[in-house]
Structures are given as structure tokens and as C-alpha cells.
């Protein structure tokens, strides 16, 4: 396991953090997205370990045994090029991931490739429910989401897309009884695994007076959500699909106790 320093508060803003920590998760017959966070590792505190996040079902609906990931080099400023890593998802046919009991979250713990480019970003930047207290976050934040829709890219060097929209549904906690919230983002095929956040420098905080620098990854996204429609006519019936341009995301609370589990 290598050492990735962190970066100072006043490096990039979380956009940018974010950018960098998001990975493709590809695969011949699928593509999801997929983020990494770090931790201490349980076997060796004082060694870093690197996690990769996703939905559970990127990794189920993919067969065989190996997926690649996509990460990124910088040559220069301002020059990236894609370098790209197999993982094995299964063995004896068995998951290599750890999945959380009850809800689409899968965690699996990786070694990203030397040298990339990639910032050291807690598991402690997952929302819980307190955070989403002191913060406020409430119907009609607005957030943002990365991810790979239809496996577009948003440029050569394999950065994935970022798009905003605003929560969409109440209420967000308790998270334990909520479990997913609604964004008003399109979503596709792709989308799936991306984080969710909340990056917000001058965020009014619970308590008189008080301003914070809002880092947030609220959750993941799971889900995009149709209007399914039948229409008749003389010569037979027809199924019309129609995108609602709202996303599901499940609770960060989920991904942390799924990180949890991992040992």
C-alpha cells in the first residue's frame, strides 16, 4: 500500500477533490461509477487504505470476474492521460465486495496504480445524520452528482461529468427510516455508484451566527426514475418510457456503515 499526501484545506475546492476521486467502473456489457475515499487501515492504523464505493448492483449485473477502472496521470499541467486497472470482482464466483445488507451500496478495498492522480479524501467527508443536522441540508439545497451517463466522459482524459440539481424530497432523516431522497437531476445509465455532495464555502450552521466550509458527500446514486406508458393502437400496443429528470440517491449513512463492515 502506497502514501497519497493530503491536501491542504485551501488546495482545490470539493468539486475539483471530488473530480479527481471519481472513477469509471467499466466493464464490456456494463459501465457505472464508482469513488474513492481513504481510511485507516484496521490491520495497521497508521497505513493508508483506499476504498472504491459504488451501487452493489454495478458490480452484480457485471459478469466474469474482472472490471477495469479508470483512472487519470498528470504529465503536466493541465495534461492528464487515462490509466486504466483490473480489479477482480469475484473469485470461485464469489463477490470480492462487501455489500450492505438491506441497501444498493458496495465497497471493496483497492490499490490504485502508482503515480496517479488521485487526492486523499476521508470516509469522515460521509454525511451522517448529525451532519445533516448541524449543516441544514433541507429540500431545495442545491447539490451536485458525478458520473459517466452512457459512458460519456467528460473529456479524453477520462473525467467524469458533473451536473447539479436540488434535493427533491422531505423528509431526509432520521436516514435510517428515509434510507434514499430524490434529486432533481437527469440520471442514465452510467450514473449509477456516483457520489453525491454538497460543497458549500460559506454554509450557515446550526447555532447563531455561525458559517462553515460545507464539504458533504451525501450519498450515491442508485436509480433514475421513469413514467411508464401504454399506448393502443388498431395494429397493437406499444410501451413509451419517459425520463421524470429525477435521480435516487441512498443516505451516505449506508455507505459508511457498509465501509464498516469492511475489515
Known amino acids: 500500500m502506497f502514501f497519497i499526501a493530503p491536501l491542504r484545506a485551501d488546495d482545490e475546492d470539493f468539486n475539483t477533490q471530488l473530480m479527481r476521486a471519481t472513477v469509471k467502473v467499466g466493464h464490456e456489457k456494463s459501465t457505472g461509477t464508482g469513488f474513492i475515499l481513504t481510511r485507516p487501515d484496521p490491520a495497521a492504523p497508521k497505513r493508508v487504505q483506499y ?8 458490480f452484480e449485473r457485471m459478469t466474469g470476474d474482472e472490471a477495469t477502472l479508470s483512472f487519470r496521470k498528470k504529465e503536466a499541467e493541465g495534461v492528464f492521460k487515462k490509466e486504466s486497472q483490473t480489479i477482480a470482482v469475484r473469485a470461485a464466483g464469489k463477490p ?21 492522480d488521485l487526492p486523499a479524501l476521508s470516509v469522515d467527508l460521509l454525511a451522517t445524520d448529525d451532519t445533516l443536522a448541524r449543516f441544514k441540508v433541507h429540500p431545495g439545497d442545491t447539490v451536485s452528482c458525478l458520473g459517466y451517463p452512457h459512458r460519456v466522459e467528460a473529456n479524453d482524459a477520462g473525467f467524469p461529468v458533473l451536473r447539479t440539481g436540488a434535493i427533491a424530497g422531505y423528509p ?23 457520489p453525491v455532495y454538497l460543497a458549500d464555502p460559506n454554509r450557515a450552521t446550526a447555532g447563531p451566527g ?54
Open 96 to 116: 470480492a465486495w462487501t455489500q450492505h445488507p438491506s441497501e444498493d451500496v458496495a465497497v471493496m478495498v483497492v490499490t490504485p496504480p502508482a503515480g496517479v
Open 172 to 194: 431526509l432523516t432520521p436516514t435510517k427510516v428515509t434510507k434514499t431522497f430524490l434529486l432533481s437531476i437527469n440520471s442514465f445509465e452510467g450514473d449509477s455508484g456516483g
Open 51 to 58: 476504498v472504491l464505493i459504488t451501487a452493489a448492483h454495478v
Open 210 to 263: 455561525k458559517r462553515e466550509d460545507a464539504r458533504l458527500i451525501l450519498g450515491l446514486i442508485v436509480s433514475q426514475q421513469f413514467l411508464d406508458e401504454e399506448l393502443k393502437t388498431i395494429y397493437g400496443t406499444t410501451k413509451v418510457r419517459h425520463r421524470l429528470g429525477l435521480a435516487a440517491a441512498v443516505h451516505a449513512a449506508y455507505v459508511r456503515e457498509t465501509v464498516n463492515r469492511v475489515r
